[in-house]
T-cell receptor, first 114, second 113 residues
Framework: KQEVTQIPAALSVPEGENLVLNCSFT??????LQWFRQDPGKGLTSLLL?????REQTSGRLNASLDKSSGRSTLYIAASQPGDSATYLC?????????????FGSGTQLTVLP | DTEVTQTPKHLVMGMTNKKSLKCEQH?????MYWYKQKAKKPPELMFV???????INESVPSRFSPECPNSSLLNLHLHALQPEDSALYLC????????????FGPGTRLTVL
């Protein structure tokens, strides 16, 4: 059974810092990996999706990398801002089939201090 | 339009009530999902509909009954719920193909008294 772990569970940084969030998964036979942002009591916003054949994806100040062989992904946030404060979840999708479910990590709660 | 909408935003119900949650998307997606999320926990998959047919039921109690009337709509009928069913219920949809990003709605905050 695929297990997804995110470390740290919580992170607090001063505004302007560059930071890295980590995600690890036990089964490297993934279809893709997705990073989400969730604000308190709200739904999930997809940030980046990396296919299993890709090594990284970038969107603005965000860069996500994927190392399938080691079962790891990182989300790099450059020049953090207080508006980046949220919980960040990674989720891996198993090989495609009739079901396209995601296995989520428990998330990293990020606080960016002004 | 890359939006998934959910109604209502908040719902309070007693254990004997019957209520329904509604989810709608107009992106032409052919897969739709229901998730349950407790505080400070990741979402847990409940149901998956693929081409309007139920393809996954993650051993969800029968007091939760999903329905997919058409390709744009997904309902979750609730009956005789327990207080421990109080949670954020999230709906999502995806295209069913390469680059299969899931788009989530804002959720319905359910409280069972």
């Amino acid at each position: 059974k695929q297990e997804v772990t995110q470390i740290p569970a919580a992170l607090s940084v001063p505004e302007g810092e560059n930071l890295v969030l980590n995600c690890s998964f036990t089964d490297s036979a993934i279809y893709n990996l997705q990073w989400f942002r969730q604000d308190p009591g709200k739904g999930l916003t997809s940030l980046l999706l990396i296919q299993s054949s890709q090594r990284e994806q970038t969107s603005g100040r965000l860069n996500a990398s994927l190392d399938k062989s080691s079962g790891r992904s990182t989300l790099y946030i450059a020049a953090s801002q207080p508006g980046d404060s949220a919980t960040y979840l990674c989720a891996v999708r198993l090989s495609p089939g009739s079901a396209r479910q995601l296995t989520f990590g428990s998330g990293t709660q990020l606080t960016v201090l002004p | 339009d890359t939006e998934v909408t959910q109604t209502p935003k908040h719902l309070v119900m007693g254990m004997t009530n019957k209520k329904s949650l509604k989810c709608e998307q107009h992106m032409g997606h052919r897969a739709m999902y229901w998730y349950k999320q407790k505080a400070k926990k990741p979402p847990e998959l409940m149901f998956v509909y693929s081409y309007e047919k139920l393809s996954i039921n993650e051993s969800v109690p029968s007091r939760f009954s999903p329905e997919c009337p058409n390709s744009s709509l997904l309902n979750l009928h609730l009956h005789a719920l327990q207080p421990e069913d109080s949670a954020l219920y999230l709906c999502a949809s995806s295209q069913l193909g390469p680059g299969d990003t899931q788009y989530f709605g804002p959720g319905t905050r359910l409280t069972v008294l």
